[in-house]
């Protein structure tokens, strides 16, 4: 069998605030494979922000082991985390998170300019990508010229730009109204059928993490379920086609 | 992050802000031009003192009679009358460190000319005088060493002399009267500006040492000189020269062992080391004081940089997430720092040369702009930008990702 994606053991994560103690993560065991579609539920204070952030290389595990491709990224430092931040890990956060002074493609390009892509093969890449999530034509806007809904694509965009191993999505459905979040997850459902990118989506409501293959939950810092989704959602329009 | 995408994404910012941007480079434009335009006055009254010694000759020994004692009572130095024209002549033939001497006795006396007349000072002197004081004659002729054994009444008369009874007719070849002896005009000189002392140079009418002492001033003791001035052959043989008409005067003098010399001799070179000193002293005073601005623009630069930094957190978050190191964030932030600071000092650089020219034309201070203050005040800019740079730069570059991620 194929080495998974992300393989965590008896990890971790204590925080000390003052003289108070946090176990945020105690002894979370997990095993995501290649083109899996992975929500992580549980609700505020439960531990799943902080395993997203483990998982994302945004935070190092106080204990226990990170695989990343078969890497051990548990021990690294601050600059190899980054290095790996932008090759093999693409965030969509609740926000979007998008810098409003670039116009999306700027947005775009921004993790290649970390990872030191000549200009040319750049902008065809956002270009690219940008075709994929159905914006090539918006290429020039600024966010605020964008809608909610364009500017989370964008966003996706942003994240698929540099062939990660995973999509990490926090919440990516929270700033948005019903229509729109079907239609952003649909986009996120076709770039796990069709290019096969390991989804792992953090959310708390349950008509979106019925959109992914594979439920975890998550309280107390501990893995409470882990189940396949019986009757699996699928988003009625693709992507694209939506404007 | 490679250098020039770096320096985009920072002018870019920078530009997103231009009224903030703007500011912060006017606190190291005022520092930048303040240091130039103090350095090029500094440097420019430098230059002018330099000159105006240098005006009085070059490589010149002044040889001044020693003092006088009558009854008990010292006079003054230059007092007694103990040099003489032949005095003058023997340091000019028989020294070899010499290359030219004049004698020269003064008088103030009116000069006439038609209904025109003009006080002012009329030298006895050689025809070498001109070639000691680096003066040159610019329309007629100097006079010569014959005219000076007949005492001949000719003259050359200076620039403000000229002005003042000639107006804008030739004065070659006309007939002034001083003291009622007429003296046909030979010579006009050239202009020769302030002497360090700020007297007026041209101010004057030169005329054979011997003309002088028997026609206009009357001296008690004939054939003596108030000063007699030398010129040595070069920078390198001034002291040698002092030697051999200290020796030579001695000897003709007829001065024992152990007795004191009844003259002296001087040079100019100590007085210009010490204007030199004085001047780079104040030149020195006031680059420091201008640098004291140039401090405080650094310290609004490193103002607006924090400012920047705080506001931008979320910026340097989803920096950090898609894979900005640390010294790419650094690099960042530094970058912008230095781009204030040296742009603020380029347009310093052109403010200050403007002032400085302002200066030296509505003030008549002469100024002068180095080079080396240029390209010091453009180093100095870029060094500020990273000093003060540097702290905030650190900051963002230090920033959690999870916190800056979720600052608001």
Known sequence: MAIPVIEIASLCKTYRIGELTVEALRSVDLTIESADFLAIMGASGSGKSTLMNVLGCLDRPTSGTYHLDGNDVGKLDRDSLARIRGKKIGFVFQGFNLLSRMTALENVELPMLYDEVPSGIRRERSIEALRTVGLEDRGHHLPNQLSGGQQQRVAIARAIVNNPSILLADEPTGNLDTTTSEEVMGVVQRLNDERGITVVLVTHENDIAEFAKRIVTVRDGKILSDRMVEKRRFAANCAGAGE | ?408
């Open chain 2, 1 to 408: 992050m490679n250098l020039l995408s770096a320096v985009k994404v920072s002018v870019r910012s920078l530009r997103a802000n231009k009224m903030r941007s703007g500011l912060t480079m006017l606190g190291m434009i005022i520092g930048v031009s303040a240091v130039i335009a103090m350095v090029a006055v500094g440097a420019g009254a430098n230059e002018r003192i330099a000159a105006q010694i240098a005006s009085v000759g070059s490589n010149l020994i002044m040889v001044i009679p020693g003092s006088t004692t009558s009854g008990g009572l010292r006079g003054g130095s230059g007092g007694s009358q103990t040099l003489t024209i032949d005095d003058a002549r023997a340091i000019g033939k028989e020294l070899s460190a010499v290359r030219a001497t004049a004698p020269n006795v003064r008088s103030s006396a009116p000069i006439v000319y038609g209904n025109q007349n003009w006080s002012t000072l009329v030298q006895g002197t050689s025809p070498g005088y001109l070639e000691v004081r680096d003066w040159q004659v610019i329309s007629g002729r100097n006079f010569t060493d014959a005219e000076v054994d007949a005492a001949s009444k000719v003259a050359l008369i200076g620039k403000t002399v000229s002005e003042n009874l000639f107006g804008g007719e030739d004065p070659i070849g006309k007939i002034v009267r001083i003291k009622r002896i007429p003296f046909t005009i030979v010579g006009l000189l050239d202009g020769k500006g302030q002497s360090p002392q700020g007297q007026d140079q041209d101010d004057v009418v030169i005329a054979p040492v011997t003309t002088v002492q028997r026609k206009v001033s009357g001296t008690s003791h004939a054939g003596t000189v108030g000063v007699i001035l030398v010129q040595a052959t070069g920078p390198d043989t001034i002291e040698e020269a002092q030697k051999q008409i200290t020796v030579l005067l001695r000897q003709r003098h007829r001065i024992s062992n152990g007795q004191e010399d009844d003259f002296s001799v001087r040079n100019l070179s100590e007085m210009l080391a010490v204007a030199e000193s004085a001047t780079k002293i104040m030149s020195l005073l006031l680059g420091a004081i201008a640098s004291v601005s140039l401090l405080v623009g650094g310290i609004g630069i490193m103002n607006i940089m924090l400012v920047s930094v705080t506001e931008r957190t979320r910026e340097i978050g989803i920096r950090m997430a898609v894979g900005a190191r640390q010294r790419d964030i650094l690099a960042q932030f530094l970058i912008e720092a230095v781009i204030l600071a040296v742009a603020g000092g380029t347009i310093g650089i052109l403010v200050g040369a403007g002032g400085s020219m302002a200066i030296s034309r509505f003030a008549g201070w002469s100024t002068l702009i180095s080079p080396i203050a240029v390209s010091v005040a453009f180093g100095f800019s870029g060094a500020v930008g990273v000093f003060f740079g540097f702290y905030p730069a650190r900051k963002a570059s230090r920033m959690d990702p999870i916190e800056a991620l979720r600052y608001e």
